[in-house]
């Protein structure tokens, strides 16, 4: 109830921007020049600061209270003239103007400017001028937050939420249901066990605006529903030389006690070098299971004792960028444009967490019995590397060519150390478990793009872009320790398993890499259409295709310690050993000690590849006051797959041919408001390791995840409804309606196998989505004559979104019907910002989103769901000439994450009634960058 009456009153407030003033509004052409338009011209209302500069088509509009003013028209090199005009509510003056030469010609004056198009203003027009339903956000609205990578810049848009901190949904979709473009190239799926990109790869420095398509068009990519996100990286226009270093202070992280186990000598660098990494040589799972001493062997020359985590303190974060750009012009008319960007940062994370379990909620019962009680004591380190480099080369006015690159290199190190109670297994004893891990990973992106104008009437752009992933976790270790509850000054002592396992005394070694190849052209063809000398708009064909490959190599293997008969005395001394010493070389041998077997299987790596081809025609339509598009893709799709389980060898091939219309529509009610309508058929395929055989063991939520080579490709109907107004240059007011109907989309479902939840993926029947947005973007400037509420801006936006999935008759072991996962009911994003004159600004943005589902239950698990939180971030900024200071505190409310489950299942949560399984803060961060020019 409280957010329908705040999104009312958001409503409220929207129309009384659209109705209470009037417009002024035309047309301002060069009297010198056949009255072309004059883009970049100034228009003022005499005695005031109300004002606006012309469009790239020399349009401008002025918003006003009612009476009578005078306007000022100028540009450099022309005559002034001024225009009285009487300014009626809610009705538009239409003025259109022509300027002449002050005296002297163009000729006498020079005027260098390009269009920049990351600013607000700039994709604000581009927004208004999409066939197809679009967000976005440009680096001047990025570059006044504390937000350092997209993840953290892409939650300012409207309908769209972060989880993790790096993968996004969109309208209340999971992250599946998302298609990632990185100048225009489709992107990698960045993680193992995920369909998503992760959006903190990419620094927020090197974003110049991201454009996030929610309804389908025949040029776009057809996998989606969630929206397509199409990021544009650094286009360098001009020299310059900028170096930048930053401190970070995190609330109860930094210079704190953090406990790590020992690393490689280039962990700063984000990659092992030989220290965890599995030999070559190591010897393969039959011989160290059918010859003990063979393991032995290997475990003591092959692999480190590296089993105790050591305390140190936690730095303060830090980090370090430098970056150069280039402008070259050469004697023949070509243009070489480059910039280039080095950053380097360390960052560390210390929380406490937590993580309880509980067993059925029994007849009678208030509270179903506690499973599990932990406190997870958590510390991460992360270092990373992340390198630009994009070049632009104009051949001459009609040919330019762009390659870009982006490179990351990750190094994730990560130790839990969990205490607590395992009521169900040993309820008077008293667990100490463990994982020490470390990941690396390799990213690389890169698109050759070019575009080329034949004549006035006909264009070819293309695209070839190649990503390439690798992603090691190395000696991944994971074990249990236990001692008598009764007994304090009792040590513990491992729990060594009777086979091997992911979980007790297990080193886990995992490799991933992947590499795409794309290519796609388009053939765009323009027809002018005039009538007695009136212009009645362009008709626009387009046609062209795409295609991409993609490879990947997944292989893994892992060990375990296990204790053959020695006796109880020995077996007892060798459990209790310190974690310094009780897997080196004098207690892993075949005599009297550990021994190693290993419980790989074949099911345990894969190969896959996946073929894409797709072509498309599209059309755009201008019919007076309507602008119609629409088209049809079609896309063939190959999913292969080769693994092998313990019944043979599995091979999946699934060949999916899509024809996908769509149909965008948009009325123009005045020059300043529109409304679209629009109708596209998308689908949402499988990915690799959703079909994948392959069982991986979630430590941190203690459960086991598979996939499920029987998935379809799910098909989706899309239908938006949005009403846009632009009161000025960089001001809007939209609000839209949306429907969405999914035939088999790919949810998450509990399996009931052991005492331990594990998860796999499968097709329901279907579902439905739903919701309303809306958005403001408005300057205070023209509604106040105080100069310092003139400086302030605000945006904020609001979504209120309803879903339900029907899992189908069959479902055996959890509801037919629930909502989607991962779906929040309502977010909500606003930010105010204030900016003068001498480079002072400060920013205040704040997000909340609604309880959505984090785990699927059934008839053991209740659905677990994330709580709504309240995150607020505050930059303060200012330039001196050159240096730029910029002071941020990120999640300034340091508010709890917290995850309950529906107890009583009845799809709500209620503090009094229902069970907090996972609660954690992150801490707040206080960030220190400063950026120099020279």
């Given at each position: 109830?409280?957010?329908?009456?705040?999104?009312?009153?958001?409503f409220?407030?929207?129309?009384?921007?659209?109705?209470s003033?009037?417009?002024?509004?035309?047309?301002?052409?060069?009297?010198?020049?056949?009255?072309?338009?004059?883009?970049f011209?100034?228009?003022?209302?005499?005695?005031?600061?109300?004002?606006?500069n012309?469009?790239?088509?020399?349009?401008?509009?002025?918003?006003?209270?009612?009476?009578?003013?005078?306007?000022?028209?100028?540009?450099?090199?022309?005559e002034?003239?001024?225009?009285?005009?009487?300014?009626i509510?809610?009705?538009?003056?239409?003025?259109?103007?022509?300027?002449?030469?002050?005296?002297?010609?163009?000729?006498?004056?020079?005027?260098?400017?390009?269009?920049?198009?990351?600013?607000?203003?700039?994709?604000m027009?581009?927004?208004?001028?999409?066939?197809?339903?679009?967000?976005?956000?440009?680096?001047?609205?990025?570059?006044?937050?504390?937000?350092?990578?997209?993840?953290?810049?892409?939650?300012?848009?409207?309908?769209?939420?972060?989880v993790?901190?790096?993968?996004?949904?969109?309208?209340?979709?999971?992250?599946?249901?998302?298609?990632?473009?990185?100048?225009?190239?489709?992107?990698?799926?960045?993680?193992?066990?995920?369909?998503?990109?992760?959006?903190?790869?990419?620094p927020?420095?090197?974003?110049?605006?991201?454009?996030?398509?929610?309804?389908?068009?025949?040029?776009?990519?057809?996998?989606?529903?969630?929206?397509?996100?199409?990021?544009?990286?650094s286009?360098?226009?001009?020299?310059?030389?900028?170096?930048?270093?930053?401190v970070?202070?995190?609330?109860?992280?930094?210079?704190?006690?953090?406990?790590?186990?020992?690393?490689?000598?280039?962990?700063?660098?984000?990659?092992?070098?030989?220290?965890r990494?599995?030999?070559?040589?190591?010897?393969?799972?039959?011989?160290?299971?059918?010859?003990?001493?063979?393991?032995?062997?290997?475990?003591?020359?092959?692999?480190?004792?590296?089993?105790?985590?050591?305390?140190?303190?936690?730095?303060?974060?830090?980090?370090?960028?430098?970056?150069?750009?280039?402008?070259?012009?050469?004697?023949?008319?070509?243009?070489?444009?480059?910039v280039?960007?080095?950053?380097?940062?360390?960052?560390?994370?210390?929380?406490?967490?937590?993580?309880?379990?509980?067993?059925?909620?029994?007849?009678?019962?208030?509270?179903?019995?506690?499973?599990?009680?932990?406190?997870?004591?958590?510390?991460?380190?992360?270092?990373?590397?992340?390198?630009?480099?994009?070049?632009?080369?104009?051949l001459?006015n009609?040919?330019t060519?762009?390659?870009?690159?982006?490179?990351?290199?990750?190094?994730?190190?990560?130790?839990?150390?969990?205490?607590?109670?395992?009521?169900?297994?040993?309820?008077?004893?008293?667990?100490?478990?463990?994982?020490?891990?470390?990941?690396?990973?390799?990213?690389?992106?890169?698109?050759l793009?070019?575009?080329?104008?034949?004549?006035?009437?006909?264009?070819?752009?293309?695209?070839?872009?190649?990503n390439?992933m690798?992603?090691?976790e190395?000696?991944?270790?994971?074990?249990?320790?236990?001692?008598?509850?009764s007994?304090?000054?009792?040590?513990?002592?491992?729990?060594?398993?009777?086979?091997?396992?992911?979980?007790?005394?297990?080193?886990?070694?995992?490799?991933?890499?992947?590499?795409?190849?794309?290519?796609?052209?388009?053939?765009?063809?323009?027809?002018?259409?005039?009538?007695?000398?009136e212009?009645?708009?362009?008709?626009?064909?387009?046609?062209?295709?795409?295609?991409?490959?993609?490879?990947?190599?997944?292989?893994?293997?892992?060990v375990?310690?296990?204790l053959?008969?020695?006796?109880?005395?020995?077996?007892?001394?060798?459990?209790?050993?310190?974690?310094?010493?009780?897997?080196?070389?004098?207690?892993?041998?075949?005599?009297?000690?550990?021994?190693?077997?290993?419980?790989?299987?074949?099911?345990?790596?894969?190969?896959?590849?996946?073929?894409?081809?797709a072509?498309?025609?599209?059309?755009?339509?201008?019919?007076?006051?309507?602008?119609?598009?629409?088209?049809?893709?079609?896309?063939?799709?190959?999913?292969?797959?080769?693994?092998?389980?313990?019944?043979?060898?599995?091979?999946?091939?699934?060949?999916?041919?899509?024809?996908?219309?769509?149909?965008?529509?948009?009325?123009?009610?005045?020059?300043?408001?529109?409304?679209?309508?629009?109708?596209?058929?998308t689908?949402?395929?499988?990915?690799f390791?959703?079909?994948?055989?392959?069982?991986?063991?979630?430590?941190?939520n203690?459960?086991?995840?598979?996939?499920?080579?029987?998935?379809?490709?799910?098909?989706?109907?899309?239908?938006?409804?949005?009403?846009e107004?632009?009161?000025?240059?960089?001001?809007?007011?939209?609000?839209?309606?949306?429907?969405?109907?999914?035939?088999?989309?790919?949810?998450?479902?509990?399996?009931?196998?052991?005492?331990?939840?594990?998860?796999?993926?499968?097709n329901?029947?279907?579902?439905?989505?739903?919701?309303?947005?809306?958005?403001?973007?408005?300057?205070?400037?023209?509604?106040?004559?105080?100069?310092?509420?003139?400086?302030?801006?605000?945006?904020?936006?609001?979504?209120?979104?309803?879903?339900?999935?029907?899992?189908?008759?069959?479902?055996?072991?959890?509801?037919?019907?629930?909502?989607?996962?991962?779906?929040?009911?309502?977010?909500?994003?606003?930010?105010?910002?204030?900016?003068?004159?001498?480079?002072?600004?400060?920013n205040?943005?704040?997000?909340?989103?609604?309880?959505?589902?984090?785990?699927?239950?059934?008839?053991?698990?209740?659905?677990?769901?994330?709580?709504?939180?309240?995150?607020?971030?505050?930059?303060?900024?200012?330039?001196?000439?050159?240096?730029?200071?910029?002071?941020?505190?990120?999640?300034?409310?340091?508010?709890?994450?917290?995850?309950?489950?529906?107890?009583?299942?009845?799809?709500?949560?209620?503090?009094?009634?229902?069970?907090?399984?996972?609660?954690?803060?992150?801490?707040?961060?206080?960030?220190?960058?400063?950026?120099?020019?020279?």
């Amino acid at each position: 109830m409280k957010f329908k009456l705040l999104f009312l009153t958001l409503f409220i407030t929207a129309v009384s921007f659209s109705q209470s003033k009037g417009t002024i509004a035309g047309i301002l052409t060069d009297k010198n020049a056949n009255n072309q338009s004059l883009p970049f011209a100034n228009i003022l209302i005499k005695g005031t600061s109300i004002g606006t500069n012309t469009d790239i088509d020399g349009k401008y509009a002025i918003t006003a209270a009612p009476g009578n003013y005078t306007i000022q028209f100028s540009f450099v090199g022309y005559e002034s003239v001024e225009v009285p005009v009487t300014v009626i509510a809610n009705e538009t003056v239409t003025i259109n103007q022509a300027l002449g030469s002050a005296g002297f010609t163009l000729e006498d004056v020079v005027i260098k400017t390009t269009r920049k198009k990351n600013t607000e203003t700039a994709v604000m027009l581009e927004i208004k001028e999409a066939k197809q339903v679009v967000s976005a956000i440009s680096a001047e609205q990025i570059s006044k937050g504390t937000d350092s990578n997209a993840a953290q810049a892409i939650q300012r848009v409207p309908g769209v939420t972060i989880v993790d901190g790096k993968f996004i949904m969109i309208r209340g979709l999971s992250e599946r249901y998302n298609n990632v473009l990185i100048n225009n190239s489709v992107a990698p799926s960045t993680e193992v066990d995920k369909r998503t990109f992760a959006f903190d790869l990419i620094p927020s420095n090197a974003i110049d605006k991201m454009v996030i398509y929610k309804t389908g068009s025949a040029d776009k990519p057809g996998d989606f529903s969630g929206g397509i996100i199409n990021i544009t990286t650094s286009d360098n226009i001009s020299e310059f030389n900028r170096a930048s270093v930053g401190v970070g202070y995190r609330v109860d992280t930094s210079l704190k006690d953090q406990f790590q186990s020992e690393g490689s000598k280039t962990d700063f660098l984000g990659f092992d070098y030989e220290f965890r990494t599995l030999p070559s040589t190591f010897p393969s799972a039959a011989l160290i299971n059918t010859y003990p001493q063979v393991g032995v062997v290997a475990s003591n020359t092959k692999l480190q004792n590296n089993f105790n985590p050591t305390q140190n303190t936690a730095f303060l974060d830090n980090s370090i960028g430098f970056a150069f750009g280039r402008n070259k012009k050469f004697k023949n008319g070509m243009s070489l444009q480059s910039v280039n960007a080095l950053n380097y940062s360390n960052s560390f994370q210390t929380y406490q967490r937590q993580f309880t379990r509980y067993t059925t909620l029994n007849e009678g019962e208030s509270r179903p019995p506690l499973w599990l009680n932990y406190l997870d004591d958590t510390y991460q380190n992360e270092s990373r590397i992340t390198f630009l480099s994009n070049w632009i080369m104009k051949l001459n006015n009609n040919n330019t060519l762009k390659f870009k690159n982006l490179l990351n290199q990750i190094g994730e190190n990560e130790t839990i150390i969990r205490n607590g109670n395992n009521f169900l297994q040993r309820g008077d004893d008293l667990f100490r478990n463990y994982l020490l891990g470390y990941k690396s990973r390799s990213i690389y992106i890169g698109q050759l793009e070019g575009i080329h104008k034949l004549n006035d009437k006909n264009q070819i752009d293309w695209v070839t872009g190649y990503n390439y992933m690798y992603e090691s976790e190395p000696d991944l270790r994971r074990f249990r320790t236990i001692k008598d509850a009764s007994n304090p000054d009792a040590p513990y002592e491992m729990i060594d398993p009777s086979s091997t396992n992911l979980f007790d005394t297990g080193r886990y070694f995992g490799t991933l890499s992947e590499y795409s190849v794309n290519n796609g052209a388009n053939y765009t063809h323009t027809i002018d259409r005039v009538k007695n000398d009136e212009e009645l708009g362009t008709i626009k064909l387009k046609t062209g295709y795409y295609v991409d490959y993609r490879k990947r190599e997944f292989d893994s293997r892992y060990v375990s310690y296990y204790l053959p008969d020695l006796g109880i005395d020995r077996v007892n001394e060798l459990k209790q050993l310190p974690l310094t010493t009780i897997f080196n070389s004098d207690n892993v041998n075949a005599n009297n000690g550990w021994i190693m077997r290993e419980g790989t299987r074949t099911i345990d790596s894969y190969s896959a590849d996946n073929l894409l081809t797709a072509g498309y025609v599209y059309g755009e339509l201008p019919l007076k006051k309507f602008d119609i598009s629409g088209g049809v893709r079609v896309e063939h799709n190959i999913l292969s797959l080769q693994s092998v389980t313990d019944f043979g060898p599995e091979n999946i091939k699934n060949p999916v041919t899509s024809v996908l219309p769509s149909l965008n529509i948009g009325y123009n009610i005045s020059e300043r408001a529109l409304l679209r309508l629009a109708y596209s058929k998308t689908v949402n395929r499988p990915e690799f390791r959703e079909i994948a055989p392959f069982l991986f063991y979630d430590y941190e939520n203690e459960a086991a995840r598979v996939g499920n080579s029987q998935l379809k490709t799910a098909k989706i109907d899309n239908l938006d409804l949005r009403y846009e107004f632009y009161p000025t240059k960089g001001e809007t007011v939209s609000l839209g309606a949306f429907y969405k109907r999914f035939d088999q989309p790919i949810e998450n479902v509990t399996q009931i196998t052991t005492e331990q939840p594990q998860f796999n993926y499968a097709n329901a029947d279907n579902a439905y989505n739903y919701g309303l947005e809306l958005e403001i973007r408005k300057s205070f400037k023209e509604m106040t004559d105080n100069l310092y509420l003139g400086r302030i801006s605000a945006n904020v936006n609001a979504s209120y979104i309803v879903s339900k999935v029907d899992l189908g008759a069959n479902v055996t072991s959890q509801a037919q019907v629930r909502a989607l996962q991962g779906q929040s009911p309502y977010i909500v994003n606003v930010a105010l910002g204030y900016t003068d004159e001498t480079g002072f600004s400060t920013n205040l943005t704040f997000n909340r989103f609604g309880n959505r589902i984090f785990s699927v239950g059934d008839r053991n698990f209740p659905t677990i769901y994330e709580l709504s939180r309240n995150n607020l971030d505050l930059t303060i900024a200012k330039t001196y000439k050159k240096t730029t200071v910029k002071l941020g505190i990120q999640d300034l409310l340091n508010a709890k994450y917290q995850f309950f489950e529906d107890s009583n299942r009845d799809e709500k949560i209620n503090k009094n009634i229902d069970n907090a399984t996972s609660i954690f803060k992150r801490g707040a961060l206080i960030s220190l960058n400063i950026s120099h020019n020279f």
